[in-house]
């Protein structure tokens, strides 16, 4: 197994919570079996969509577990260990090994902002001491980012660091890291976590994706790698074009998760309401956005319409709705003026 | 005490660490001990400059219980409280409550980059049920930010919310603050976490700061709190531009708050080495900046000069490496071009 | 031309279209002596506020003919002087030394963004040519940023290079400029661009400022230039939080300059309609926020207030829209989701 | 003119100086022959490449003059036509057209960052009067952005805009556009300025690029566009690879566009010295890339190796000099701390 890519989908699993907002195992048992009957590679719990960080240690390790017995070794199962310091990683890692999950993904310290000598120190330190594979995981916009040499190095030196899942989306540092490590490391994997490139990265180079995409919609993101990896390139267009304007309204429209929680509570599975308290408001526009998903989920035939029906031309139809985009350049315009963005 | 405002220099207390990086109490202790001797108004444990997020929950509770003990309420402390979800972090407020803590800290969400609404909801919640007064913690370099409005109404809707710390250093945002908070709660604090903008700040009306240069020269600190108090604006224009220069040389030369840590070493704690790995580069970059350091502390007396002498014109002279000089502009511009600064 | 520092606040101009968008110079002259009379230091023509990227080299090298024509000298004029090239820019600089200016101001290139090393190279070139004495300008949200080693060695190296109009807003870095160049050169100026800084920039060091708002309220920018010299800080305090609160409103509710040449309007100027076309909605905003600025300014007494009144509690309350608070929080989540904002 | 949309790899000439920095038009028009005979689709003069801010209006207008004169219809020509505002704008628009160019390409505003509704009525103006077909042009790291909202409005409402050249590079944007705006204009052109990434923006939908790489290289950009449009995507990305290798060079190693212009050179032209100033030290790193650049150009077989040889493992080698790493590990850290980039 070891010499063997990692490839193909794996899905970052989301959490359900019961009514007293703890993880609600017999859905989560179901939801795992749900994802492997719909054809996902691998599961991926403890990641940025299963809320790792809203979870104690002993709850991060009760989902591993979970997860891996209801799993039964029919897909592999990629562990997200992140944990205090690195000894605290550690310690998880070995946990996670004794559970016979496939590897580890480990995202780069968070909070504070390290630099690349920082990171390199600290996958150093964790690829000398780890007994499982460890897949690096870099995602900029939450964490520390991992930078091209840093990747490099250490696929260089630490043989337990098999791989790389990458959020940030850009296809060129794709293909850099890619350039800088395969002809060291021919069975180095690299996934990309963002959803809406997944097409385009697979042809660049990428082994697959760890997308939370795959957790509502199995079918599709399946989909789209088969015909991608068949070289079915208009058919694969196509299906990638509608992953985005699902992935858009799943990421864009509410707080993360939230979206893809609500997606697959249309699915059929009880999510529950997350730890993170929302306004008022904020559930009315959840609310919303559970029937702008409903309708975009009817049209592949996932769910019945809402009740009171879907707009023609599409769910996904890009009419702007004018007062907001109005607002919204007035707010980007403001951002800019102060120099918050460029 | 709950009607005045809180007010002076807290410090941010740093965390010295055993041969086996564990928490070592009697240095610990020892520290606390020689801060309120140097006239610090109060202690912040479990902060940024703490290294909170390298600690296990047990551990964060452990470093406040030694603190409270230590400092028998010579002066007040202020406990970091945040953990992983709303619960987890109620339940620290009620055991620092229990320690006799005048208050606590809390940093807004942080890995996910939250929206105000869900800000406003996070605060909203715990401002509702907690035992005890709670401090807003706006870092938005590390944190989701807590913009004006939200803490506008969160002063407005829960009386536990007194005070917020700042540390974004940015003038006019304090200004929106205060002006925002003050016509209904004139006793609610405003402290700044910015050392490099401690007077200037304080003219347009904070109330104190959270500093971590008060960890390591909490005579300057008090110094320039008391001259600008006083309204003696000359001689405390020339405190804050000497701390300016000794705050950046600890911020920007090493990791965060390695170089903190580096300094207080210089004034007679163990501080032993850091949870976070360095690699060789760094610890070789360490030393020299340890060696800086020296000499700016020993032009106040503090220290010895290192054995190797200091340089002539001071050490904190503004004569850059013409080299790093270049490379820094060649990286600064390289980012331009990506757009990545603005 | 003088040993002595340029200080005080500099006007940066607005300039008056006529009804066919050409420059209203009866109305520029007219605005020039109101100005003169409400005790403004300088005038500075060609900044951003005045729009030289709008004009033709011909139209800015008129507008500051027509300036310096009208002011006889009553004030010393700061004449922006940045064009395509290092060659064109020198030859603005003669032209502007023949018309008796008593400084050009120039901007750092822009659109490209250009590395510390290719600024330093670009104002040395001019430094050593330049037939007038020359202030350099760092508006980093807008050019390629001039950094403290940069202008401190253009500091060193040209004698014509007398002073740095930063618009940064940043205190510390004000004070790291202040520091690293004052003790070679003890007559160099440093003028700060944020209106909303102004007080705690002079209580650090500054000598003046180059601020948009005294093209409006050149009254009240006086009154603060002079009660924080004086010391008397508490009354400073005041006005300098008025002008906050006038000055956000012009600058983050309409499309820069637009705000302030609304409010100057309202001061009995015809300022005319822009050139940077608006649409139909930016209109409405635009006729919006007159209405508020006049409120405003009717509190000080320089208008009287709208025909259809002012809301209790004064036109800058705080009580912001809960409706915009909502949509803002929601678009700024969704730009650091992007990883667009930190 | 006809309804056939914009395709293929349209050159962003770069502009030939002689020793007194003027515009060297024999150099011009032999550079203008050797990209038609290498087989560029177009050339685009007056583009971010050609250093367009750099010009006056009367050398803007005479770069086209030449280069059309010089084409004679071989290829179509987009020339870039912004100006100081809209009326300076439409002047150039009528020139351009009257000297027989395909169609116009303009950038949105710059120096100001102007907000989505104000980037609409800029267009929306141009595109109501403009005699000749607009390209819009997004270059958000150093212009006002073009949103997908606005270019699907000004599509809708505007026949003359024809096409948007985007140099974002970021893959899902470019779909979204594609998704917002083809299904009511089918021949609507997108054109990508991001070399890196040109193989998978076609692979997604869109019809060429105009980019900086075909200048220097064009029968590498050819090859990549022929190669990928023929569905050979394991010999276009090994070619898109290369690319890459080449394109980060030149852009990174250099302030742009001089890394480029120094490619171009040993391709056997003369480009002159920049006027951009350069200090002595940037000297020094143009000719270090000089070289580098020479060694991966002989890889292609497109010029002799230089005097000293080459690395063996290629020029391009991802072996970053560890110096370099550190220092840039610092910057970056540096930077991140002080929260200017996320």
């Not at 079996?33 to 719990?45: A, N, Q, T």
């Not at 060129?172 to 021919?186: C, D, E, K, S």
């Not at 390139?233 to 196509?238: F, G, L, N, P, T």
């Amino acid at each position: 197994m070891t010499q063997q890519r990692l490839s193909g989908i794996f899905t970052p699993n989301l959490v359900p919570y019961d009514s007293n907002q703890q993880i609600n195992e017999p859905e989560l048992r179901r939801y795992v079996d749900w994802l492997i009957e719909r054809g996902v590679h691998g599961l991926y719990p403890n990641g940025s969509t299963g809320e790792f960080t809203r979870f104690t240690l002993e709850e991060r390790k009760r989902i591993v577990a979970i997860i891996a017995d209801q799993t039964r070794g029919r897909v592999p199962i990629l562990a997200g260990a992140a944990e205090a310091n690195v000894r605290e990683t550690l310690k998880a890692c070995e946990y996670y090994a004794s559970l016979g999950v496939r590897a580890v993904a480990i995202v780069a310290p968070f909070y504070y902002k390290l630099s690349p000598s920082s990171v390199y120190a600290y996958f150093k330190e964790i690829g000398k001491n780890t007994p499982i594979d460890v897949t690096l995981y870099n995602i900029p916009m939450f964490a520390s980012p991992i930078d091209v040499p840093t990747v490099q190095r250490l696929s260089e030196e630490c043989e337990r660091i098999v791989a790389i899942k990458d959020s940030s989306g850009e296809i060129p540092h794709m293909i850099r890291m890619i350039q800088a490590v395969r002809p060291n490391r021919p069975e180095f994997s690299f996934l990309t976590g963002w959803d809406a490139a997944l097409m385009p990265m697979m042809l660049v180079g990428c082994d697959g994706g760890t997308n939370a995409s795959s957790g509502v919609v199995p079918e599709i993101t399946r989909k789209l790698y088969d015909l991608t990896l068949a070289g079915q390139i208009d058919e694969a267009r196509k299906v990638q074009y509608d992953l985005v304007t699902l992935f858009d309204a799943m990421l864009y429209q509410a707080e993360f998760p939230d979206g893809f929680r609500a997606a697959v509570g249309l699915r059929g599975f009880q999510m529950g309401r997350g730890r993170q308290p929302l306004s008022d408001e904020q559930l009315d526009d959840l609310s919303t956005l559970t029937n702008t998903l409903q309708c975009m989920l009817s049209e592949h035939g996932y769910t019945d319409q809402p009740v009171g029906g879907c707009p023609v031309g599409g769910a996904g139809s890009h009419t702007a709705n004018p007062d907001v985009t109005k607002i919204v350049g007035t707010v980007v315009s403001e951002l800019k003026r102060r120099g918050l963005i460029s």
